[in-house]
């Protein structure tokens, strides 16, 4: 079975929510689910995310069961995630031993998990539903597997939703793929470097390159495979 068997398209590259729900239920009844870590990128980089300030506020694009979001809260953080699978929030809540409170959310068509006393929230949502009309501007995004996963297409309209959502001083963390797209569609996607930079169009500077051919060039069956990070401030 090939990495892209639980996500099935219908056009190579393209993914629509209920492919993703999809997904996510063939990967929790097979077990593929396992609880997440933190991860050891936002770990290492969190002071220049941050920029060295306490309290802030974060935004964590399909944040899926990010486990990142309960580690951050309990440093003092208040978090906002967006997910289009309530599957998946609901396993977070679960894995984190937290009950949270549901309610609709008609702003953006969906729902709004709770818990901590409101220091994490998750809208489950059409993520372009989302803006900071829903909870106001961010301090810092961590964008790990957001930008990868959406559409091609819908790049430029990702980042400048981005940069609406950013206070002026704001950062964002974020994580991209670097492979040969000829040999595999996504997503996640390849981002190339100068992709990147145009749409941007700012403060962008790359903070890390790992290669992750061992693992997740097994994983997609690619001879190469690279996980780059980079660190966007706000030029609003």
Known sequence: MSAMD?????????????????????????????????????????????????GLKFLFPLCGKAVDMKWLADQGHTIVGVEGVEDGVQQFFQEVAIQPTVTDEPSVNGKLYQGMEGRISICICDYFNFTSAVKGQFDAIWDRGAFVAINEVDRERYIQLMKTLLKPDGRCLMEVMNYDPSLFPGPPHNVPEDELKQLVGGDMTLVENLDRTEDMGKWFSLPWIKTAYYLIKATN
Do not use: I
């Not at 398209?9 to 689910?33: M, T």
């Open 6 to 54: 639980d996500f099935p398209s219908e056009k190579p590259g393209v993914r629509k929510l209920h492919q993703w729900e999809k997904g996510w239920q063939k990967s929790k009844d097979a077990g593929k689910n396992p609880p997440f870590h933190v991860n050891g990128m936002l770990s290492k980089h969190l002071e220049q995310l941050t920029g060295g300030r306490s």
